[in-house]
């Protein structure tokens, strides 16, 4: 039995003994990848406890969003997953990225966890996990503590919904006993992105700002993701900046969100380009707003609207299968607000 976690202070870094195992571990019915050549212990600090891990996981579980992505794209098909409950085209629970990588592996279907009234420990006990990873998740410690009495459980480091898809990947592969398959996974994802990015130079310097829970109904606030959250530090990937209004707006917070009176939307005058999930209704009601008009951004109609409950605005919020997939349709769309 693995060992059970133990709570610590918050903790932005991560410790890893050295970890160590053979290649003949089986997940289900999927054959699992050798671990780093090394011996366990293995622990891992996290914001809400310290994770030890007394061997190699042959069974792991994720929850929340993503999570699943990192073992299935080091070749490991979980034994459950969280159902999609946004992005999902076919309503099958499973975003097409992911879909198309379980068939590439083929084994033992993972279940999936109903996540829509949030975590359903029942189920993923049902799973006998040996590790649950959620680097990147809004675990509360009330979360936390249940989900340790199944496994080990692997949080993030600093912020709820706030961990980077590297250090998802990083923090991820360690607890599977697959760091250096980690390390090599972003390597991977880093060339592609800057091989995608080498094809637009217009946007090198852009500003851009992305708006969130616009209510056409009501535009008296501006809602936006601040600079902790991963689609805005995505757009640094992409050659992008965050524009200083954004940034100084972002000061003090450590929510991936906030929100502004739409009175005060001068202050967002250095933004070039906006970003936000929505269609061409909402672009046009954007522009009939007499303040949010004023917009540099909205008055030159440099404005990339997508459908939000789609996958092309799923994957806009980068995760380890998912940015690829999607990386030169986004980049092409943020080129032609640039060029406007």
């Not at 509360?140 to 912020?159: F, G, H, K, N, R």
């Not at 909402?282 to 303040?291: H, I």
Request: hydrophobic share 45%.
């Amino acid at each position: 039995m693995l060992a059970k976690t133990v709570a610590v202070a918050a903790a932005a870094m991560f410790t890893v003994a050295s970890c160590a195992s053979g290649p003949g571990d089986v997940q289900g019915a999927q054959s699992v990848p050798a671990a780093d050549a090394a011996s366990y212990p293995l622990s891992i600090e996290h914001a809400l406890g310290t994770t030890v891990l007394e061997a190699k996981p042959t069974r792991i579980a994720t929850v929340n969003w993503s999570n699943q992505e990192v073992p299935l794209a080091l070749g490991v098909v979980p034994v459950g997953m969280a159902a999609a409950n946004f992005g999902d085209d076919d309503g099958d629970g499973i975003l097409p990225w992911v879909e198309e990588k379980l068939q590439e592996l083929g084994g033992e279907a993972p279940v999936l966890f109903d996540e829509t009234d949030g975590i359903d420990f029942e189920a993923v006990a049902d799973t006998a996990p040996d590790v649950i990873l959620a680097a990147y998740s809004g675990l509360t410690q009330e979360d936390y503590d249940t989900l340790s009495e199944i496994a080990p459980v692997v949080a993030y480091p600093e912020a709820a919904w706030a961990t980077s898809w590297r250090d998802s990947i990083k923090l991820n592969s360690q607890a599977m006993g697959m760091a250096t398959a980690g390390e090599e996974l972003i390597a991977t994802l880093d060339k592609d992105i800057a091989d995608g990015v080498a094809k637009h130079p217009e946007l090198e310097g852009k500003s851009v700002m992305f708006l969130t829970h616009v209510d056409p109904a009501d535009l008296s606030e501006v809602s936006f993701y601040t600079t902790h959250d991963t689609r805005t530090a995505f757009f640094e990937d992409l050659g992008l900046t965050a524009p200083k209004s954004v940034a100084k707006a972002s000061e003090g917070e450590v929510s991936f969100s906030g929100t502004i009176s739409a009175e005060r939307v001068d202050d967002f005058d250095d933004v070039d380009i906006i970003v936000t999930y929505g269609d061409g209704a909402l672009v046009q009601t954007l522009k009939n707003d007499p303040l949010l008009s004023k917009m540099p951004a909205v008055a030159n109609g440099a404005i990339v609207a997508l459908d939000g409950t789609g996958p092309q605005g799923t994957a806009a919020n980068p995760t380890p299968l998912a940015l690829s997939w999607v990386l030169n349709d986004y980049l092409d769309l943020l080129g032609t607000a640039a060029g406007k």
